[in-house]
């Protein structure tokens, strides 16, 4: 199962991502959407998963919700905008994970891309980066990789040089 994971689009999609979503089986979405255009455009390519950020409207609230929990194949995901990463996760998260034990938590928010391990909690941690204009961040990311079973594998980062606005 090919995959791509994006997040903090707010409001816009970069063009130079479509070649990329055109060989994925499921796009993922971690929070920041900015509107529904945003998912429909995605949603032309492959199947989506979402979550709601901060800067989301009723609409994307209506839509998706703040947490989701899914399984794509063997590997058990949890994905919110706003989660942290290990050793500095957001208050009442980590007991969420001690509860859920997920093997992938996903979270977006900070802008800053990140492929961590939670040795604690023996959960990967990922965060996409950023792949909208707005934002402090200089570069656009997005991660592509392959869920078979239960591995993650051919994790790569694809970077997109930003154009200031």
Known sequence: MKIILLSDSHHSLDERIFPHLEKCDEIWHAGDI???EVTDKL???APIRAVWG??????AREEFRKTTYFKCQKLKVMMTHIGG?????EK???????DK???LFISGHSHILKVMH????????MNPGAIGNYGWHKVKTILAFTVDGKEIKDLR???FPRNRN
Do not use: A, M, S
Request: proline share 5%; charged share 35%.
């Open 34 to 36: 900015g509107n529904l």
């Open 43 to 45: 949603k032309t390519f």
């Open 54 to 59: 901060n800067i989301d409207d009723h609409k």
């Open 85 to 89: 990463y290990p050793g500095r996760y």
């Open 92 to 98: 009442g998260i980590k007991e969420i994970l001690e």
């Open 101 to 103: 034990q997920p093997d």
């Open 118 to 125: 939670d040795k604690k909690l023996d959960i990967l941690h």
């Open 157 to 159: 980062v694809i970077e």
